[in-house]
């Protein structure tokens, strides 16, 4: 039982980040910049794509609800007299939050509705180059068939067009709502239309490098060099992984398993985070001083 | 223990400086604007994105810190849409527009506009012949909420009062106005969004679009009320007919590049497409804007049907005047 459990559970944790980097790679696009770098862009997803759209629907429709009591007290405040001017400016902010709220945060510097910035994700020209106000203003403009149009036809009243009609109308507009879905760089129908896409700009924290904060004390661990030649780069990133996390019976079971793959002897009093620790470090010197000589080992398969 | 650091961590402890303190700028500048940034910030800027992507490129060749690739990488793409996107003002952007880009624009859909037009003037001389030759086919075109008891059938006084504002209250026309601006601005970005679906579904509108015209054009003449009626309709309609024969030439234009893209590949033509005409839509907005000022106020303040007819003519020169003449070109540009 415990065998199995052992067995298992360490092939997950090195299956998920071999997935993570498959799925990465299908979302990956390349950006140079003038300076000649690839910056790796990764696309924003149809699930944080959606999640943005809602978050947004609710901060117009809630600003919305909130601006009309406050013009309905307004309105009662004032005993009908200046009706005028305050249906005015309901009818104008109402026409802003609707047509322009997208826009008018898209131009931005951060290029991000507010749904948008809480799912770490921007809008981007495709051609790499300035994403510009009438690109954004085409993007938005589309909303008009992607959007409002299918809401209009759910919200309508049904005895008066007829039920097929209707769902006539909710089929060829759902053909724009899930336009998305159907080509390979998650476009909308408005990204299309004006050469943008929406990528992931997320805010990385820089995190202590586990080579030098982690280390214990020299000398207690000393690996041979056919102990290092166990694994590759790919092993090292997921050991990276589960030692960030830290997670304690993950590092047992990891130990474990990088003990008898290496044929390591456990000293009396030594812990497993000391060990994988120490060994992280010297696997990580030991790829890193060949990956100098231009040899970078893919995996622990890689023979090179 | 010296020598037995790694050269990556070196490298990184030797940079990190730099990287946080661009980390922090670019903080900065997400909180507010480019504003926000000292000059000497604004100047240190650029440099410090060309040591993060340097450090990236090294980074990803000699380290194998997963985590600080990760976070180079991110570093490096916020930086580079702060250092290559856009910071020219609001003003410089809003000048640029109506001096060059509006009327660059309108010019560049020339083909689209025309074919605009025709299918309304199409749309009008249908509609006013339909009309005029059996008068049921007003209700086909015109929608009863829209009529508003405008129609055959209404006697020639009730007409003629639907042209006129009796009383001299002017109050609620900036609610009228607004009503107007925001409607038609709505209802012009939906038919130039309906573009995508091959032009038909604009094709439609803007012929629909003439025949509600000409259906209302024809009650009117039928009593003898044309050249009022013409008044009525000009002093807005001028402006606001154009902003929606534009508005069908930016969503034709954008229906027709998906189908027809032409040299370059389809993406490519349809971001073309798509910034020209969304350029276009920014200024039938503005146009609607006035028209919903011109319909809302100006035609319930100005009872006069010369005045209305001259007014009307004054837009229709200053418009195309306004889009279409040849202008200098700036030196340089």
């Known amino acids: 039982m415990k065998l199995k459990r052992a067995k298992k559970a360490p092939t997950t944790v090195v299956a998920s980040p071999g997935d993570l980097s498959a799925h990465d790679a299908r979302r990956s696009r390349s950006l140079v910049t003038p300076e000649g770098v690839d910056l790796h862009l990764r696309l924003g997803d149809a699930g944080e794509r959606a999640a943005a759209l809602l978050i947004d629907l609710a901060i117009i429709v809630g600003v919305l609800i909130a601006f009309s009591l406050v013009t309905l007290l307004a309105f009662f405040g004032a005993k009908g007299k200046g009706g005028d001017v305050i249906a005015t400016v309901w009818m104008l902010v109402f026409f802003v939050l609707r047509n322009l709220y997208f826009v008018i945060f898209e131009l931005t510097p951060g290029a991000a509705t507010p749904g948008k910035r809480a799912m770490g994700l921007r809008v981007a020209a495709r051609n790499g180059g300035r994403l510009t106000a009438d690109a954004i203003f085409a993007r938005n403009a589309m909303r008009e068939i992607e959007l409002y149009l299918p809401l209009s036809f759910l919200i309508v009243n049904n005895s008066q067009v007829g039920a097929w009609i209707s769902l006539a109308g909710l089929l060829w507009c759902g053909v724009f709502l899930l336009f998305p879905l159907f080509n390979r760089d998650r476009l909308r129908v408005g990204d299309l239309v004006a050469g943008t896409w929406v990528v992931k700009a997320p805010r990385r924290k820089l995190v202590p490098d586990l080579a030098r904060t982690s280390r214990p004390s020299p000398g207690r661990f000393a690996f041979t060099q056919a102990q290092l030649d166990a694994y590759g780069v790919k092993e090292l990133h997921v050991l990276e992984d589960v030692l960030r996390r830290y997670e304690t019976k993950t590092i047992a079971l990891v130990a474990a398993r990088i003990r008898l793959k290496i044929g390591w002897k456990v000293a009396p009093e030594e812990s497993d985070g000391d060990f994988l620790a120490a060994y992280y470090a010297a696997l990580r010197g030991r790829l890193e001083s060949r990956l100098l000589l231009g040899k970078r080992r893919k995996d622990k398969h890689d023979q090179s | ?333």
């Open chain 2, 1 to 333: 223990m010296e020598q037995l650091q790694l050269k990556s961590s070196r490298f990184r402890a030797e940079r990190e400086d730099d990287w946080r303190r661009l980390e922090k700028l670019l903080a900065k500048v997400g909180k507010g604007s480019a504003r926000a940034l000292s000059d000497e910030e604004l100047l240190a800027m650029p440099v410090l994105y060309r040591q993060a992507l340097s450090s990236l490129s090294v980074a990803r060749a000699t380290s194998l810190d997963q985590s600080l690739v990760d976070y180079l990488e991110s570093l490096s793409t916020r930086a580079y849409f702060f250092v290559y996107g856009t910071r020219s003002s609001l003003v410089e952007r809003l000048s640029g527009f109506f001096a060059r880009e509006w009327p660059a624009a309108a010019k560049a859909l020339w083909r689209e506009t025309l074919f605009s037009f025709a299918l309304t003037l199409i749309g009008v001389a249908a509609a006013y012949y339909l009309t005029m030759h059996d008068t049921e086919w007003f209700h086909a075109f015109v929608p009863e909420s829209l009529a508003g008891g405008r129609g055959p059938a209404a006697t020639t006084e009730a007409m003629r009062a639907t042209l006129y504002d009796k009383g001299g209250d002017h109050s609620g026309l900036s609610v009228f106005a607004a009503f107007l601006f925001t409607h038609n601005s709505g209802v012009a970005i939906f038919a130039f969004a309906l573009g995508f679906a091959f032009c038909l579904p604009t094709a439609m509108l803007m012929t629909y679009n003439g025949a509600m015209l000409g259906a209302f054009l024809a009650a009117f003449t039928m009593r003898g009320l044309g050249f009022e009626a013409g008044g009525w309709l000009a002093i807005h309609g001028v402006t606001e007919i154009s902003a929606v024969i534009l508005a069908g030439a930016a969503g034709l234009r954008i229906g027709w590049t998906l189908a027809f893209p032409g040299d370059q590949s389809r993406p490519a033509a349809m971001a073309q497409a798509g910034r020209q005409s969304a350029t276009l839509m920014a200024g039938v907005v503005v146009m609607l804007f006035c028209a919903g000022i011109l319909e809302g106020v100006g035609r319930q303040v100005i009872q006069n049907d010369f005045a209305r007819y001259g007014i009307a003519l004054a837009t229709l020169i200053l418009w195309p005047a306004y889009l279409y003449l040849p202008r200098r070109r700036k030196a340089g540009s």
